[in-house]
């Protein structure tokens, strides 16, 4: 996506009603992590696809496991950052690999319809989803889903503050 925070909404949409079992900090961040790769190729104007080795989900998955578990090393940091959200959090290793991992397949989910140079099934060398749904509609169900992701973080910070 062209845009990053588009995935911002989705992605908050999934994790925060499931952030018993997911760590939101990392499956957000981990939804902006894999667009390293285009905007690497972007500024340097390399000789390699946009979208690359990173948006596929073997190399992806272990990208995701590799910053969920350096992410592990900031939560601390991560804490006081949900802590300012009003959101309890308790950061797990086991959950934070996983939700690296989740995040970065979101993130090609989401971007596979878009763009034919991405691989998500390498080494097929094929993109079984490209085109199935069009940009267009992609770009406005992440652009509508800011609205629910706000209304399930209110809830979601109401429920924890009547506890």
């Known amino acids: 996506m062209p845009f990053t925070p588009f995935h911002f909404g989705p992605a908050a949409c999934l994790s925060l009603p499931l952030r018993k079992r ?3 900090p990392v499956f957000i961040l981990a939804n902006v992590v894999v667009d390293l790769e285009p905007l690497t190729v972007m500024t340097f104007g390399l000789d390699y696809p946009l979208h690359g080795y990173v948006h596929t989900l073997m190399f992806g998955g272990l990208i995701g496991a590799l910053f969920g578990a350096g992410a592990f090393s900031l939560r601390t940091q991560l804490i006081k950052l949900m802590g300012l959200f009003a959101l ?3 950061p797990s290793i086991g959950g934070m690999i996983l939700s690296g991992v989740l995040g970065i397949w979101f993130h090609i989910l989401l971007d596979s319809p878009l763009y034919a140079d991405i691989r998500p099934l390498y080494p097929l060398t094929y993109n079984p989803v490209y ?7 992609v770009y406005v169900f992440c652009a509508v ?5 706000i209304m399930i973080y209110l809830l979601s910070r109401a429920g924890t503050s009547n506890k």
């Open 88 to 90: 309890p959090y308790r």
């Open 145 to 149: 889903s800011f609205v629910p992701a």
């Open 131 to 137: 085109g199935l749904v069009s940009g267009s509609t």
């Open 22 to 24: 997911i760590d939101v």
